[in-house]
């Protein structure tokens, strides 16, 4: 017969068993079910104890689709233990019973925390946080994803500006706990309380979904590399991004100057291109073709005046070569010719297009940020930077002049420490003479890192 198991904390188990089983062997069937020893359960239907565990269930009157409730007995070891008021009385525990308005993990009184410290908070050091994360590429790549904020501290090199962001989100995560457990204490009949326990209730649904799709469908967080192919336009090689949803044809004002065809643009033609964003469109390049492989297509341009990626194939141009995109084989199937050609992988695609690349023009990339806060933790680790200690030299030097004297003197006694023949082969450059002592003070003396370092910053410059 079949026999459904509840606890006093809503827990249901269903069990099978046959009728002539004894009460005792029950409970050891109940034992592996619920987790409590049998010796410290204490089996209840339909209110009344089951006490002889020599009895059958049969004997008790017990049949098929009962009900039986099931509890630890307090302090129980061998027999169920009796109360001196109520000898005829189980001993039952009532502490996992859950009580509106109460935590269901509060069945002992919570030690208390230091004052405006939560009881889950532990104390977290900002520095030692800090190098391991600069220590682990791969936990920086999930907080830049999943905390952006604190991955821009982290990267700045600012211990203190970490430590700030840091101490923020966790004072904003004990506010969060606090409002939680005032809602618990309020009445939960009133509208906000109402509306924060909706809130509660979505989120947890959030998260239950979130971790569904994690289990039964994990490549549906993965992302995707878009559909590029290799062309030419007038010779110049360019990638071309296959977007269907596109209305027309478009290609950037660059593009279009690399490919020497600007001088067709008619500008009668010009206006703003409108989707998710908004762009100006210069004009249109009424006639071109665009080598695919070994064929040769006739498409028309719209120009772009700021536009990150060099052209973009349009639904226009699909539909006029009958173009189907088979993702299966990864390639674009030319419905006039019937020739294939295959997308680019990650590694040929436009670097702006590639996986985990958001980096904005005049930008450091992102192992570019990761080495400058490397270097920079080193540097504070070490106690003071190069440059700190050039600039104590500096000062050294000037103060045992007075008043205006002292000034004009730093320049001098901070030049004196370079030869002065590197410092004019530096110059010879373009570069100016403060720049340059500074870069050489950088380099300890060596010119052809300051020559580099130099070069480098004057790149980098807008």
């Not at 005032?182 to 309380?193: E, G, L, T």
């Not at 700190?388 to 030049?415: E, I, L, R």
Request: charged share 25%; proline share 6%.
């Amino acid at each position: 017969m079949k026999l459904m198991l509840t606890t006093l904390s809503d827990e249901l188990f269903n069990i099978e068993v046959a009728d002539d089983i004894e009460l005792l062997n029950f409970k050891a069937l109940c034992e592996f079910e619920c987790g409590i020893p049998a010796t410290q359960i204490a089996i209840l239907w339909n209110g009344r104890p089951l006490h002889d565990d020599k009895l059958k269930l049969k004997d008790y009157g017990i049949g098929d689709g009962e009900m039986l409730l099931i509890q630890r007995i307090q302090g129980a070891r061998g027999t169920p233990s009796t109360g001196g008021r109520n000898p005829g009385m189980l001993n039952i525990d009532f502490g996992s019973i859950h009580i509106p308005g109460s935590s269901r993990q509060q069945t002992a009184p919570p030690v208390q925390p230091p004052q405006g410290q939560s009881q889950d908070e532990l104390p977290e050091d900002p520095a030692a946080l800090r190098e391991m994360l600069l220590a682990s590429p791969h936990d920086l790549s999930i907080l830049k994803e999943r905390n952006p904020p604190l991955a821009e501290a982290l990267l700045s090199g600012s211990l203190e500006k970490f430590a700030e962001v840091l101490q923020k989100q966790q004072n904003e995560r004990l506010e969060r706990n606090r409002e939680r457990i005032r809602m618990m204490n309020a009445n939960p009949f009133d509208p906000d309380v109402q509306k924060k326990i909706a809130e509660e209730i979505r989120l947890k649904n959030v998260e239950t979904n979130m971790e569904t799709a994690m289990e039964f469908a994990p490549e549906s967080f993965g992302q995707v590399v878009m559909l590029y192919i290799d062309c030419q336009v007038n010779g110049q090689p360019v990638k071309a991004f296959v977007d269907s949803g596109a209305q027309m044809t478009i290609m950037s004002q660059a593009c279009a100057e690399r490919c020497h065809i600007n001088r067709l643009i008619d500008t009668r033609w010009a206006g703003v291109a409108k989707g998710v964003g908004t762009q100006k469109i210069l004009g249109r390049v009424h006639l071109c073709q665009i080598q695919i492989g070994t064929d040769f297509l006739q498409s028309s341009f719209s120009i772009l005046e700021d536009q990150p990626m060099d052209m973009l194939l349009g639904l226009d141009m699909l539909k006029r070569h009958q173009c189907c995109i088979d993702l299966k084989r990864n390639v674009l199937v030319i419905g006039t010719t019937g020739r294939e050609t295959p997308f680019l992988g990650e590694g040929d695609v436009p670097e702006h297009a590639r996986l985990n690349r958001t980096i904005e023009p005049n930008q450091p990339s992102e192992d570019q940020q990761l080495a400058e806060a490397l270097q920079r933790s080193a540097q504070e680790a070490a106690g003071l930077s190069r440059l700190q200690s050039c600039t104590v030299d500096v000062v050294v030097a000037g103060s045992s002049a007075s008043g205006p004297a002292a000034s004009t003197s730093s320049p001098s006694a901070s030049s004196q420490a370079f030869p002065e023949k590197d410092i004019l082969q530096l110059t010879s450059q373009g570069f100016s003479r403060a720049r340059v002592i500074e870069e050489l003070g950088l380099a300890d003396g060596n010119i052809d890192a300051a020559l580099v370092a130099l070069l480098t910053k004057a790149f980098q410059m807008p």
